[in-house]
């Protein structure tokens, strides 16, 4: 089953909530959704946050190279390649 990463993090936060363990979270969540939905290091990251103060569960941005798409300059490339 595919499962969004945004419905495990909302049953982690209910977990840590509820005051359980990783360990008691992980075991539930696997089974409703699989082996592979998540893991202990996953858990423990998003535990810590949690912990922090910092309940939000929206993924933060991340470095690296930004994507940038110019609306513009692709209209005006399809309208190029369309004539």
Partial sequence: MDVSKELVW??????FKMGLSVAASSSPIC??????????RMERNWF????SGDLSI???????RPQVLDD???????QEDSN
């Avoid at 929206?58 to 690296?64: H, I």
């Avoid at 513009?72 to 399809?78: F, G, K, N, S, T």
């Fill in 58 to 64: 929206c993924d933060k941005a991340r470095t690296g």
């Fill in 10 to 15: 909302d049953c982690l936060l209910y977990d």
């Fill in 31 to 40: 089974q409703a959704f699989g082996d592979s939905t998540t893991n202990e």
């Fill in 72 to 78: 513009e300059a692709l209209r005006a490339a399809i």
């Fill in 48 to 51: 810590q946050k949690f912990r």
